[in-house]
């Protein structure tokens, strides 16, 4: 069972380990290449604050972003703010989001995110920690995947095996986790089923687009190619 109180209690602590790294940066550090292709230091702490507005107007019923163009417009726009300005902005939005999460509210019910996607609102608390931890990964300041909390990797492993089930580009595949977990995604591809093991930090990296797969173990094919988040 989701339990929004408590993720909401993860966001605040994920937004204060991420605030407590990037203040320890300079402009020019802000201003340097992350681990997202194209995107500067600064473009993800734009995305992080854009994020938390976001789904502010998630769960108050309202357009998660205007159309895809704004949302790209805004993350450039503020992207070469200097440092002040970002940790302003991230801390300001972070708690505009935690005060929409503290008001009564019906939490079993269904909102609308991005591209017709639904989902949850008791979810969008995890979804939120999400943006906030892997983003933490992406700015490569020291956070690595294996610094992530457990329970925060097996949900978000869980989280992308279902969001991968049954894709069209992808074979059955068994997911297997060294310290025991196991999971199951993908099988919309012809061919044989795929079986992938390996430390859990490594198959989320995989799963989620941030490392290549080649510390992972794959029996009966190659890994398979997984489609852009």
Excluded at 17 to 43: C, M
Excluded at 183 to 212: I, K, M, N, Q, Y
């Amino acid at each position: 069972m989701i339990d929004h109180e408590r993720d909401l209690a993860h966001v605040h602590e994920a937004t204060a380990r991420l605030l407590n790294a990037v203040a320890s940066l300079d402009n020019a550090a802000v201003a340097e290449p992350s681990r997202l292709p194209g995107w500067s230091r600064g473009h993800v702490l734009a995305h992080v604050a854009r994020n938390a507005d976001a789904l502010v107007n998630v769960l108050t019923g309202i357009p998660m972003y205007p159309d895809a163009a704004t949302r790209d417009s805004d993350i450039e726009r503020d992207s070469a703010r200097p440092l002040d300005v970002q940790l302003a902005d991230v801390r300001a939005t972070a708690d505009r989001f935690a005060a929409v999460g503290t008001e009564p509210a019906d939490w079993s019910r269904t909102v609308e995110l991005r591209n017709g996607v639904t989902d949850s609102a008791s979810r969008i608390p995890f979804r939120r920690w999400v943006e906030v931890d892997l983003h933490h990964v992406d700015l490569g300041v020291g956070y690595e995947l294996e610094d992530l909390p457990e329970e925060f990797v097996l949900r978000e492993i869980d989280f992308l095996a279902e969001r991968f089930a049954g894709h069209k580009d992808v074979p059955s595949t068994g997911v297997r986790s060294d310290e025991g977990s196991i999971w199951t995604t993908g099988g919309g591809a012809e061919g044989a089923s795929v079986g992938v093991s390996g430390p859990a930090p490594d198959l989320l990296g995989w799963l989620a687009g941030r490392r290549d797969g080649s510390a992972l173990k794959v029996e009966g094919g190659p890994l398979p190619k997984l489609p852009a988040l």
